[in-house]
């Protein structure tokens, strides 16, 4: 069934030469994740703060 007012996508996922999922459709799941699941709001999200500090070369 199509929902009036978004446009018809495909109806199956696009994969890479490599086995991983297309670029877009990647996006699109996550999208649609993130609207349906408020602890999914992050996942786009990078925090740098909590990550490894770089050393400075000796």
Do not use: F
């Amino acid at each position: 069934m199509v929902q009036s007012g978004h446009p018809r996508r495909g109806t199956s996922l696009k994969w890479e030469v490599n086995g991983e999922l297309a670029g877009a459709d990647l996006r699109h799941i996550l999208q649609r994740l993130q609207q349906v699941d408020p602890q999914a709001q992050a996942i786009n999200r990078c925090d740098l703060e909590d990550g490894p500090t770089a050393s400075s070369p000796t």
